[in-house]
Each structure stands twice: as structure tokens, then as C-alpha cells.
């Protein structure tokens, strides 16, 4: 029987949507028009890419999100034509080489729009399988959850995966406790849009099996061996195929990745040499308790247990995704997939189960009344949401300050002379992105343009773009990819360059930079920093940025001026003027 509505449910619940919002919501213009998440380009570029009639078959493993922005750039792409804000096509993509911040920021914002629903299916699943108040405990805590708000804020694709599985969860659940029927269309449209953004999501298949074993057993008319059973799965892998064809035509390298990954090093080129080094089961256990702070995270697993004791059909489908699914994250054998997002699509179980598990606990305390246990759980609610709230919020307020690396563009734009040659971390056609964001001379992108154009198409024309859109300061930018070895100090002379921009912890012994790298291409960025600080007759220290976790988003920057041997020097400037910018 589903619980009554009144006033104050509703009031309760537009309040905790309103808290989801504004945490995912703040900040969402963080670094534009620069970009500084190196994943967030991956859905936007090939959103752009599928609009202009053209096709990613390569990237499967993850994705899925792109087809969404896809509908949403074309949408505000009419909306500025007919308004006269655009004269075409072309002028549509002059404008975004110019600043991605319209299209990044309209990602962003349906990033949080999608995390804030979630908040809210929270809501509707935990009051029908308990009541009112535990549907305004499990959304209370999923909107303030860090980790979740954290990654509301980027265009990726672990955002749309939770919501996704986490929805899929919900129709077996509904389904199993005999409240709605499940629609095949629905389940494996939703179903396949989860594994679309992220292969891990295939795991959400578990509870749907049990819940089809739960419903009907092994050999009744709805059980595991009866054909139509089956038809759900089978119908959202017909989607997934037919939206990823890339997974077939890459299915050996599907394979070898899994391989990879679950059974072997994980390492690629970048990686080689590089040895486990981290227990992935306690450090994922650590996330989550950064992410929802010890009393909620004690809540969410006492309803796990109580749902186990209780048999409790729904928590024990929802905990057939989030055991499996801690259990392949954190037991792969990669060397340096592990990353703290990777638990985002276990958090909305998590907190469902927890609120589920506070409001049984007041009520069995008959001692309150009513309006007593109300009052008692809200502050039980309360307590323990305030650690990830304050957490969400102090991140929040950190990530809408500037950038260390926005003021370290800023400054070299105004002190360091256009064309200088500039050595830094990056990708040279992604504006070397792992450091800071200068803008690369017409000369070179015109290169890398042509060196694209069999290889990746896609990237070779924006880089064209770029070519007619870009403006001065120029800079003739020399990057070093992070899994390639540093060059010496005297390289860096004969080479011309005369700036080098530097992250410090990746310089510097003893900081991160060693986890997950080989330690010959680390060995040669120490060396490389020392030398700078050994011969202060040919480089000089003239600028750092500092970041902080509780005021400044970024890096730790260095900027070092160098003296030039000359040939290099004299080697950059040749050429027509036009031909450097």
C-alpha cells in the first residue's frame, strides 16, 4: 500500500531537491572557457562529431552520453540561428573553437540536472518500499553525498551510468513486489543507455536475473528457463548493439581490455614496468567514507544487513547491484584504472538503504510518538549528513575561485613575449591541457591538422577550425605527453625554448607523480627540476601559482625562464610573420 500524501511531505521534498541543485548547480562554470577536466571533452567532441554526420566506432567501452548532448547542442544550435545569434554552421563552429563554454556549460548543467533527478528517484523508491520519511532520509542523503555532487559538475558519463542503473533496479524492484509490471521496451531502453555510458553498468543484469529467479524461480512460468524471461536482456543488448556498433568491430580489443584489466597488469605504453601498488578494496572503502562521512555510511550499511536479516526482496535486489559491483571495481589488477568516481553508481543504493534503515529504527522506538520520531530522525538525518554536506559545499566554493592555472595563462599572457617558445606537460593538439591552457602558434596547429586528417579526421578539422578562430598571444608550444621521458635542460636550449611551465608535484620526488607512471619517465622529470635549480646561470624561477584544497583549485605551478643556447631561438623565428601566428 503506498503512504498517503500531505502538505509537508511535499514541502520536505522540494526543499532536499532544492539542497541537491544548488550543490550541483554551483560552480558548474568552473575554469571556462578553459577546460580542465581531460575527460570531459571525450562526450562533447563526439556529441559535435555525430551531429556533423560523423561516427565514434572507436571509443565503446564507455559512452552513451554523447547521444543526449548530441539532441541538446542541435536544439541550441536552431535557438541561435533563428535568433540570429549564429549565420550558419560554420560560423556555429568558428564561435565554439573560439569559447566551448556555451556547450561545456549546457553539459554541465544537464550533468546536474540528471544527478538531481537521481536524488529524486531516491525519494520514490525508498517511500514505496517503506515509507514518506524514509524516501525524504534516502533523498536528504544522496544529495549531499560528496562524491556525488563532485561529479554532478562534469560532462562525463558516471552521472548518466548511476542514474540509468540505478532506474533499471528500481522497474525489477517494482516489478518484483507485484506494484507495476515490467515493460520490456522501457527496461531495456534504459537498461542499455546505462551500459552505453559505461560497460562496468552490465552488472545491473544481476538483479534483474534475481528478480526473475525471486518472482517465478527456476522453471515457473516467469522463472530463469522460461523464454520470455529473457527477452528484457536480450532486447537491451539489441539496443546497446545497435547504438555501439564499434563493440563488434572492436571485439578483440574488448576482450583483451577485460583481460587486461581484471587479470593482468592494465598497463599500457605509458604504464609499462608499473606494479600494483594500492589495495583497491580499502581504498575504495576509503572513498566511500570520504564521500558519505561515518554515520551515514554506518546507516547505509545497517540497512544492508537488515535487509539481508529481513529478506527484505527490494534491498537485497538493489544490493545485487552495489556488491558485484564494489567487487569488480575493486578487484581489478590494473595498475592505474582506480579512481574515486568509480564509486558514484553504488551511492544511490547506499543512501536508499540507509534511509530505509533510520526511519525503521525510530519507529521502533514507541518511546517518541509520531511527531516525536519525526523530529528525532530529522536529527539523526541532519547529524549525519553534515559531514558530506560541508564537504560538498567547501568543494563547491573552492571550485568557483580561479584556477591556478587560469591566473598562470593570465600572467604569461601579460609578461612573456608573443611567439616565445614554451615547454610544458600535454597534448599540443589539446592545448596541453595537463598543464595550462596557452594557445598554440597557426603554424603548428596547421601541422598537426594535416598529421590528423588520416588518423582522426574529427580532431584535424576542429584543429582547422581553430587555425581561423584563434588570436594572439600565440606561443610556439613544445609538449611532453606524461608517458613519454622528459628531456634534459640543455635539450630544452638547443630546442629554443625560453618558458617552462611545470606542475610541481609531478617534478618533485616523493609526490604522486610516482604512483602510476614507470619510474624512468619520473627519474627524468626529477632530473630535469633539479637541473633547473642547479644552474640559475640559464634558468630562473620568475613565477609560481599555488593551489589549495580549501581555497584554490589546480596545480602547484612554476614558471621558468630560461636562456636559450641560440640555435633553437634562431630556428623558431625563421619564417614569414604570418606563417608563426
Known amino acids: 500500500m503506498k503512504p498517503s500524501w500531505n502538505r509537508n511531505e511535499w514541502v520536505g521534498l522540494i526543499l532536499v531537491l532544492l539542497v541537491a541543485a544548488i550543490l550541483r548547480f554551483w560552480a558548474t562554470s568552473f575554469g571556462l572557457p578553459y577546460i580542465y577536466h581531460p575527460d570531459e571533452g571525450f562526450e562533447v ?13 572507436e571509443r565503446v567501452a564507455k559512452g552513451g552520453y554523447y547521444f543526449l548532448l548530441c539532441l541538446e547542442f542541435g536544439i541550441y544550435f536552431v535557438l541561435r540561428f533563428v535568433t540570429g545569434g549564429v549565420a550558419g554552421v560554420n560560423d556555429f563552429a568558428l564561435q565554439f573553437a573560439a569559447d566551448p563554454s556555451a556547450l561545456w556549460s549546457i553539459g554541465r548543467r544537464t550533468t546536474a540536472l540528471l544527478g538531481t533527478f537521481t536524488v529524486f528517484l531516491v525519494w520514490w523508491q525508498a517511500r514505496r518500499m517503506g515509507s514518506s520519511r524514509a524516501g525524504l532520509w534516502g533523498a536528504l542523503f544522496l544529495a549531499v553525498s560528496f562524491r556525488h555532487v563532485v561529479d554532478s559538475h562534469y560532462v562525463t558519463v558516471d552521472i548518466p551510468m548511476t542514474l540509468f542503473a540505478f532506474w533499471s533496479v528500481i522497474l525489477v524492484v517494482e516489478d518484483v513486489a507485484g506494484r507495476s509490471r515490467l515493460s520490456w521496451w ?28 525471486l518472482r ?85 550499511l545497517f540497512g544492508a544487513i537488515a535487509a539481508l536479516v529481513r529478506r527484505s526482496q527490494g534491498g537485497i535486489l538493489h544490493l545485487a547491484f552495489i556488491v558485484p559491483f564494489f567487487a569488480l571495481i575493486a578487484g581489478a589488477t590494473s595498475a592505474h584504472l582506480y579512481y574515486a568516481r568509480y564509486v558514484v553508481p553504488m ?117 582547422a577550425l581553430k587555425l581561423e578562430a584563434v588570436d ?15 628531456i634534459t635542460l640543455d635539450e630544452a636550449r638547443a630546442d629554443g625554448v625560453e618558458w617552462v611551465v611545470l606542475r610541481r608535484e609531478y617534478f618533485v620526488p616523493g609526490e604522486k607523480s610516482a604512483a602510476k607512471f614507470d619510474p624512468g619517465i619520473v627519474e627524468s622529470r626529477y632530473e630535469f627540476r633539479d637541473e633547473l635549480e642547479r644552474r640559475p646561470d640559464v634558468a630562473e624561477l620568475v613565477a609560481t601559482f599555488d593551489a589549495d584544497p580549501e581555497v584554490r583549485p589546480g596545480y602547484d605551478l612554476e614558471i621558468w625562464r630560461i636562456v636559450p643556447d641560440g640555435s633553437g631561438a634562431e630556428a623558431s623565428a625563421d619564417g614569414p610573420e604570418d606563417a608563426n601566428e
Request: contains cysteine; hydrophobic residues 50%; glycine residues 10%.
Open 472 to 486: 594572439s598571444p600565440l606561443f610556439d608550444l613544445r609538449a611532453i605527453r606524461h608517458y613519454e621521458p622528459w
Open 186 to 213: 522501457k527496461y531495456a531502453l534504459i537498461a542499455a543507455f546505462a551500459v552505453l555510458n559505461k560497460l562496468p553498468a552490465i552488472v545491473l543484469f544481476l538483479p534483474y536475473f534475481l528478480g526473475v529467479f
Open 216 to 300: 517465478g524461480g527456476l522453471r515457473g512460468p516467469g522463472g530463469l528457463l522460461a523464454k520470455r524471461s529473457w527477452g528484457p536482456p536480450i532486447a537491451a543488448g539489441i539496443v546497446y548493439l545497435v547504438a555501439n556498433p564499434g563493440f563488434v568491430i572492436n571485439i578483440l580489443d574488448m576482450f583483451a581490455l577485460f583481460g587486461d584489466t581484471i587479470g593482468g597488469a592494465g598497463a599500457g605504453e605509458e604504464y609499462v614496468g608499473v606494479e600494483q601498488k594500492t589495495n583497491l578494496w580499502v581504498y575504495y572503502a576509503s572513498v566511500l567514507l570520504r564521500s558519505q562521512g561515518p554515520g551515514l555510511l554506518a546507516l547505509g
Open 45 to 57: 567532441y563526439r556529441a559535435l562529431r555525430l551531429a556533423m554526420g560523423g561516427f565514434d566506432f
Open 347 to 463: 551511492l544511490p543504493g547506499l543512501c536508499l538503504l540507509a534511509g530505509l534503515a533510520l526511519d525503521d529504527l525510530v519507529r521502533r522506538v514507541r518511546v517518541f510518538g509520531d511527531r516525536g520520531s519525526f523530529v528525532v530522525a530529522l536529527g539523526v538525518a541532519l547529524l549525519v549528513s553534515l559531514e558530506p554536506a560541508l564537504n560538498a559545499i567547501a568543494w563547491d566554493r573552492v571550485q568557483s575561485q580561479t584556477d591556478t592555472r587560469t591566473l598562470a595563462v593570465e600572467w604569461i599572457e601579460q609578461n612573456v613575449p608573443n611567439k616565445s617558445r614554451v615547454l610544458l606537460e600535454g597534448f599540443a593538439e589539446d592545448d596541453a591541457q595537463l598543464a595550462i591552457p596557452l594557445k598554440n602558434l597557426k603554424r603548428n596547429l596547421k601541422a598537426m591538422s594535416q598529421d590528423l586528417e588520416k588518423t582522426d579526421p574529427g580532431k584535424a578539422k576542429f584543429l
